[in-house]
């Protein structure tokens, strides 16, 4: 089962200093943080603010060349978590021909938040490696920011 997820936001986490993508699923009932490197994080962070670069940096290469080629990008997956490390694919479609890429999770989002493209994560994952967070806005982001004070990815080892 998979489930829809938005992206909550990109954080630092204030011990090792490494860019975090939050996903959240619909409900706001679980979070996902997913470590990132610093350029993927970028990456991301400068398609969300709309912030337009002179020439087509990687993540919008791609996009164009699948355009180009005609190749809808019907969602990203974050599928799995195996030895600390996430691993997704991004399910394409090309004359009625469905195909999965396996990607890194950043530059599947990367592509997505380029291409409006919804993201979703397995529930395997989610109960795996997913925050759970009841109660309201504010409460739920005062939760996150204790969470992320004391969390190392090697939290997530198996």
Do not use: C
Not at 5 to 15: A, R, V, Y
Not at 52 to 80: F, G, S, Y
Not at 94 to 102: L, M, T
Not at 116 to 125: C, G, L, Q, R
């Amino acid at each position: 089962m998979q489930i829809e997820m938005s992206i909550k936001g990109l954080m630092i986490d204030p011990i090792t200093n490494m860019p975090i993508i939050i996903l959240r699923d619909q409900d706001g009932q679980r979070v996902l943080p997913i470590w990132v490197g610093v350029f993927e994080a970028n990456a991301i962070a400068l398609q969300i603010e709309n912030v337009q670069t002179p020439r087509p940096m990687t993540h919008d290469l791609l996009k164009n060349i699948l355009e180009d080629l005609a190749i809808e990008v019907q969602r990203i997956v974050v599928t799995e978590l195996r030895d600390s490390t996430f691993y997704a694919t991004i399910e394409l479609k090309r004359q009625g021909e469905n195909f999965e890429i396996s990607s890194r999770p950043s530059d599947a989002i990367a592509l997505a938040v380029r291409m409006a493209t919804p993201i979703f994560a397995s529930e395997d994952v989610l109960s795996e490696a997913s925050i759970l967070i009841p109660g309201d806005e504010e409460e739920e982001v005062e939760k996150f920011r204790e969470f992320l004070d004391n969390v190392t990815p090697e939290d997530f080892e198996a």
